[in-house]
């Protein structure tokens, strides 16, 4: 091997080029070398008790000062990336909570943040709404509501009873809610009431208040509740049912025409809404489960004074694949990546700028490890690119939470790694921030916080000593030390069988290391028919070294692979030779 390129796990080991291995893990293969992946920087302290992080994203400053937002159950957390501190807590309003259940989705627009916290119930007709003093009281048979549910009503003629609410005392088929002013009792109207939490925003500062409700229908509704959302040319785009997007008016978050700017899509097939990603020329990509589609809307509707809907438009681009994971949709210059039930996929532009999709999968040559993703987690998965790689964490075989990494090399075109981890990290968010004056690749855990990807020599996880720090601290600013963790690096190469099928005397072996004091590594041989395995070289660097090693194999067999794992450190494999004696050749053959 003159260098390294990537890796094919599922193609037979006997059909690898040069340069390509069977397995690659927690490896990064820069410039033709493989070496072990930095490891993951603590930024936060020890378990965050009592506060799991249920949703995380970045916000931009007009000064230009980035930070990382972390939405708790009942507070956000905002992370500076210029001074690198965490402020106190901003609380939601009272009784506006987040749950581990609860599908969380964070958008900036403009100068403020916008915190979905799902897209709730269908809404229910209202027997009646009577009032005492400020106590309104809702009868709606059976409705199946508990103490401290959100909900929103609408259609009372005495708007005072309109709006959401966190609702009290609940029996069987009536609750009660705090209402403002002193409308008439009873209501009147067409009255009804959704059980969904309203979506939060943050003002950028230091308060988190609740998006108005109370208008559901006409050209001037309030914004929907949501499992996600788009900030795109100016306007809010969300999801409001299995199938159907709306629209907000342009530069009016809280305006929604939902009699004409409400679409829906492919009515009556067998599938629902994914994810948005934006595209270009006024464009963004739809994704259901099974099919793609994209979506124009005209920058001149649904303004004050436009006529409704003008050329906008929804138009299908595929249905032979679809997305499984909203966040693992990302652009990459002029691509878009995503994870399918069928594996990883990517769009690319033609000629006239249309979006074409390939029928193979980008990742084909792993598939038998796309094969193990938890396919009823899958849509815990998430992906971002950074620094031409797409890393896409997932859940694989039993675990329900991302525990792997898979590694794309966009300038090697190849997949490069499955990163893992030490037990009980999971990557349930990766977000590209500023880390002081440089963008970096942030990995988010629900437990412990905030960590700075690709940046030690090993992975920090749990505190060795100190007590719990509620909610956060920085390293510099406390004495507790973390655990470290050694990066397992490990490949596999591809198997060496010297072009014949008859059994070879393999003598020896060479490498050309790169190595940092204390680095360790060990090579073991494994031979193929007859099937045997053995350790055949070990060594630790005592000072700064490049050198090239020859090492003894002694071992027949049909073919032959090399298994390089990393004991301490992050050594540097830069090629490799096997010699090998094949019977009926006069000369030693190298391969």
């Known amino acids: 091997e003159n260098g390294f390129i990537g890796m094919q796990s599922r193609l037979n080991p006997l059909q690898l080029e040069p340069g390509y291995v069977q397995y690659s893990q927690n490896m990064r293969m820069d410039l033709g070398v493989a070496i072990t992946r930095k490891g993951q920087k603590r930024l936060t302290t020890v378990d965050i008790t009592g506060l799991p992080i249920y949703g995380s994203g970045v916000f931009s400053t007009a000064a230009g000062v980035e930070y990382i937002v972390m939405a708790m159950a009942s ?98 088929n009536t609750f009660d809610y705090t209402v403002g002013g002193t409308p008439a009792t009873p209501a009147t109207g067409t009255i009804v009431c959704k059980k969904g939490k309203a979506p939060l925003v943050w003002d950028g500062v230091s308060t988190v208040s609740v998006v108005p409700q109370g208008v559901t229908t006409g050209a001037a509704a309030n914004m929907p509740c949501s499992d996600f959302g ?12 299995r199938d159907r997007i709306a629209a907000s008016d342009y530069l009016d978050y809280n305006t929604w025409d939902v009699d004409f700017a409400q679409f829906v899509i492919n009515l009556g097939a067998n599938d629902s809404i994914v994810g948005f990603q934006p595209w270009q020329e006024d464009k963004f990509i739809i994704f259901e489960r099974n099919s793609i589609y994209y979506a124009y809307i005209d920058p001149n509707g649904y303004t004050s004074g436009a006529a409704p809907g003008g050329t906008s438009f929804i ?25 399918s039930d069928n594996g990883v996929y990517l769009l690319n532009p033609s000629l006239d700028l249309k979006l074409l999709g390939n029928t193979t999968p980008l990742s084909d040559p792993i598939s038998d490890i796309i094969a193990r993703i938890n396919a009823t987690a899958v849509s815990g998965a998430v992906g971002r690119t950074f620094s031409n790689r797409y890393y896409l964490a997932v859940p694989i075989d039993s675990s329900t939470r991302n525990n ?21 990290m999971y990557v349930d968010n990766f977000v590209v921030s500023l880390y002081g004056e440089k963008k970096r690749l942030y990995a988010i855990n629900q437990e412990f916080g905030i960590f700075l990807s690709e940046e030690l020599n090993f992975d920090e996880l749990q505190s060795t000593t100190g007590t719990p720090t509620i909610p956060f601290q920085l390293p510099s600013q406390i004495t507790n030390a973390f655990i470290q963790y050694q990066v ?3 490949i596999l190469t591809r198997r060496y069988f010297f072009n014949t099928f008859t059994a070879k005397r393999f003598a020896s072996g060479e490498v050309d290391i790169l190595s940092n004091s204390n680095d360790s590594m060990t090579i073991t041989a494994v031979a193929v028919n007859p099937d045997n395995s053995s350790e055949v070289f070990a060594f630790s660097a005592s000072a700064n070294e490049d050198f090239t090693k020859r090492f003894p194999i002694a071992k027949r067999g049909f073919g032959l692979d090399l298994k390089f794992d990393t004991v301490f450190g992050r050594p540097t494999i830069r090629g490799l030779r096997v010699n090998a004696t094949v019977p009926g050749r006069d000369l030693v053959s190298e391969q």
């Open 75 to 172: 507070a956000i957390y905002v992370y500076n990336t210029a001074t690198l501190t965490v402020g106190s807590a901003i609380n939601y309003p009272t009784g506006r909570t987040i749950a581990a259940t609860d599908k969380v989705d964070m958008v900036q627009a403009n100068n403020v943040m916008y915190i979905f916290r799902g897209q709730g119930s269908d809404p229910v007709s209202v027997t009646s709404i009577t009032r005492v003093s400020t106590t309104a009281t809702v009868t709606i048979t059976a409705h199946g509501f508990s103490n401290g549910n959100e909900v929103i009503i609408s259609g009372a003629t005495q708007t005072d009873y309109n709006g959401s609410f966190v609702i009290s005392n609940v029996t069987a």
């Open 230 to 241: 788009l900030y795109f040319k100016n306007r809010l785009i969300v999801k409001t049912a």
């Open 315 to 339: 138009q299908s681009l595929t249905s032979e694949f679809g997305c499984s994971a909203r966040r693992t949709v990302v652009n990459a210059g002029e691509y878009i990546f995503f994870l």
């Open 404 to 424: 792997v990494v898979l590694v794309y090399s966009l300038l090697n075109k190849a997949w490069e790694s499955i990163d893992t981890f030490p037990t009980g």
């Open 488 to 490: 397992a690096g490990q």
